[in-house]
């Protein structure tokens, strides 16, 4: 009788066991997934005159893959989008469940996405309403938006505009670009043209634009016209001219030196305009950090009236190539 009892006993004993294990199995099954798991994805774009770059950030601003290609001035509107197309396609294959699309571009983009000009560079997308032809193509909620206005949202998510509620960044490239914020919101303007600083007329004395004086491309002609031979031999570009004057080369300093006076006029009718806190230069220039924008502060105090110095910050972006790609999708993290 008493081993019965035992047996009886360590049989339930036995069962206990396993129900308890199934039970904590099942628990561990249905615990939630880590974190960075469960984080929204996004697949964005930044379509410039040269190349497209795309890449897969999630909601806290980390790119976690990415690539680019070269645009293709040529190229039909149908096949662009296509391309863009098979991209989101491919992410979804690999990568699962994608929350949206944010696209950052050259160009005038309304508030439809539709991109309406100033996009010379790629002629086949003025006009096409990029919003909808990607969100009929993969059913996925699609942002547009200018890639200087892209740049600075950048900026105020994750770089050097962060906690920042007004502020002007100024893009220096092959071109000039400007986008506006104002109580934490960008100024697009009446008409979605706000901060096209590139087309400034600052000094009647002068011809040209602002930006014929003063982007990154008026720099590395203003080089050239002076020792064209050498230059060119050496293929020079924006990186490669800091480079030499860093090393103490003074035959390209003073081109450089001009350059910098020419980029402080505009920036100092800037503040005269817009009295903003901050100022955010951006742009291929901005990895040359505070070599330049102490330079360029430094001059642009010359060009301002005592009343007027030293209240506004010019500091370099931090956000690199990726501001105009966490721009974009923080228009879907940051809705309000």
Known sequence: MNLVCSM??????????????????????????????????????????TSVKYGLVDEAGKVLAGGSWATEAAENGEAFIEKLTNEVRRFREEA?????????????????????????NIPCLKGVNLKRELESRTKLETQVINDVNAAALGEAWMGAGKGERAFFCIALGTGIG??????????????????????????????????????????????????????????VNGQTLFEQVKSGDSAWAEPLDQWLDEVAKGIADLIYVLDPGLIIVGGGVSAQKTFLTDRIAAKVEAYLTPDFRGLTRIVPALCGNEAGMLGAVSLFVNRN
């Open 8 to 49: 009886s006993s360590l049989l339930g004993a036995i069962l206990l066991m396993f129900v308890a294990y199934g039970f904590k199995s099942q628990q561990a099954d249905s615990l939630p997934l880590p974190a960075e798991q469960r984080k929204m994805r996004f697949i964005a774009f930044d379509i410039g005159g």
């Open 96 to 120: 699962g469940p994608i929350s949206g699309i944010g696209v950052s571009t050259a160009g005038i983009v309304d508030d439809s996405g539709t991109i309406m000009g100033g996009i010379e």
């Open 178 to 235: 400007g986008a506006i914020v104002l109580n934490s919101r960008l100024y697009k303007g009446s008409h979605f043209r706000a901060a096209e600083i590139g087309y400034m007329h600052m000094n009647r004395t002068q011809t040209g634009s602002y930006e014929t004086r003063a982007s990154t491309s008026a720099l590395v002609r203003g080089v050239l016209d002076r020792e064209p031979k050498e230059t060119a031999a050496a293929g």
